[in-house]
């Protein structure tokens, strides 16, 4: 594509504009109507403990009901879509800021926090937890980027049928996006455990990263695959689903481990008395093999729906390299904070295991 139609491609129609409030609207209007279960979440500061409704597989059940688009209408239109979102998280974030910078609340949720620097606090924002109409808009924008990878790939999918261009890539890629994702939905009560949840605000980072990043990004394969044809050999297949079920289970096995100890400090992992350091962190486990363990889980599987693209173009692996940039960068976060929180008990639990993300590596 020319640089000049690539530029009017990206200019959003009304349409386009159109479709995606009415998206959004519709996780948020769903998001009330449909039964959820109240799942208690951490404590903050102030004493109150942040509460979530979870509804997300009730939302694709409904949605899937819906017949008043075409199926191929993301994958015809997905520039538009996509500078459609991005221009919406940016004028979301801007309005944030404005609300974060007037709000006189001292609730943990809602009480502004400023780093000094005006385009640090845009990106990062000021208040945890903000509201709207009685939304949560973190939960919100998170639920409409998880729905909105399924719906764009399914839209790719419909697209790659259309014109004949179905391949095996496309469906074990299809398979793994649509197996993780509704097991990040079927778990969906963990989220309040989440380091977004607790302890990012809501700034441009996490709302691009939930309405850009997760609804986009991290379906670049499934554009790519649309317009490359791929041969997968029966051996590279079966190493290539080896390497999303490794993915899988350390990173679902991982964040199971982790809400289970906080549920039940008590509670056996696998099969022993965990370890605990302070009686705080929990030593044992995937969580005795590296400090991040999770974030390894969720790289292997993501690596692997690159790898279902064979290895003919580096435009598929975009994902995974910008992945490990954004791992390393919220692991040092992280492990800055948890210094601080839990000083001694962090420095011992670092001899313990001394493995950040990667055993032997790293």
């Known amino acids: 594509m020319e640089l000049g139609s690539l530029l009017h491609a990206l200019i959003p129609s009304w349409n386009s504009v159109g479709v995606y409030m009415i998206y959004l609207a519709y996780v948020a209007i769903a998001s009330f109507i449909l039964r959820a279960k109240v799942v208690p979440g951490v404590i903050m500061q102030d004493g109150t403990r942040l509460l979530t409704l979870v509804s997300l597989i009730g939302l694709l059940g409904l949605g899937s009901r819906m017949d008043y688009v075409s199926l191929t209408l993301i994958s015809d239109r997905g520039l538009e879509m996509l500078s459609t979102s991005y221009i919406f998280s940016f004028l979301v974030a801007s309005a944030l800021y404005i609300v974060g910078c007037m709000s006189r609340s001292q609730a ?13 606090d845009w990106y990062l924002g000021v208040q945890l937890n903000p509201h ?3 939304i949560n808009l973190k939960f919100l924008f998170l639920r409409a980027g998880m729905m909105g990878w399924i719906l764009i790939n399914l839209s790719n999918l419909a697209k790659s049928v259309e014109i004949g261009n179905l391949s095996l890539s496309m469906i ?20 309040v455990n989440f380091w977004d949840i607790m302890v990012e605000r809501l700034g441009f980072m996490l ?19 649309l317009h490359n044809k791929v041969e997968l050999s ?5 190493l290539i689903c080896i390497i999303y079920l490794i993915g899988v289970i350390g990173y679902r096995g ?37 400090r991040h363990y999770n974030y390894l889980g969720d790289y292997l599987l993501s690596l692997s729906f690159s790898l ?11 994902y995974p390299i910008c992945l490990i940039v954004f791992f390393v960068s919220r692991e040092r976060r992280d492990e800055a904070r948890c210094a601080e929180k839990y000083k001694e008990m962090w420095a011992e639990y670092c001899k313990v295991v001394p493995w950040r993300i990667v055993p032997y590596l790293y």
């Not at 649509?178 to 939905?185: E, Q, S």
């Not at 279902?308 to 975009?318: E, F, L």
């Open 108 to 120: 943990s949720s809602l009480k502004p926090r400023f780093t000094g620097n005006f385009i640090l």
């Open 132 to 134: 709207f109409l009685g």
């Open 172 to 191: 074990l890629y299809q398979l793994f996006c649509l197996i993780h994702v509704m097991d990040f939905l079927y778990h969906e009560e963990t989220l």
């Open 207 to 225: 709302i691009g990263g939930y309405l850009v990043w997760v609804a986009f990004i991290t379906t670049i394969q499934g554009w790519w695959l």
């Open 234 to 238: 029966t051996p590279a297949a079966i």
């Open 254 to 290: 991982s964040n199971s481990q982790k809400d289970q100890f906080k549920k039940n400090p008590k509670a056996l992992i696998w099969g022993k008395p965990p370890r605990v350091i302070g009686g705080k962190l929990l030593a044992s486990g995937y969580w005795g093999i590296a």
């Open 308 to 318: 279902a693209c064979g290895m003919t173009s580096p435009i598929p692996y975009i």
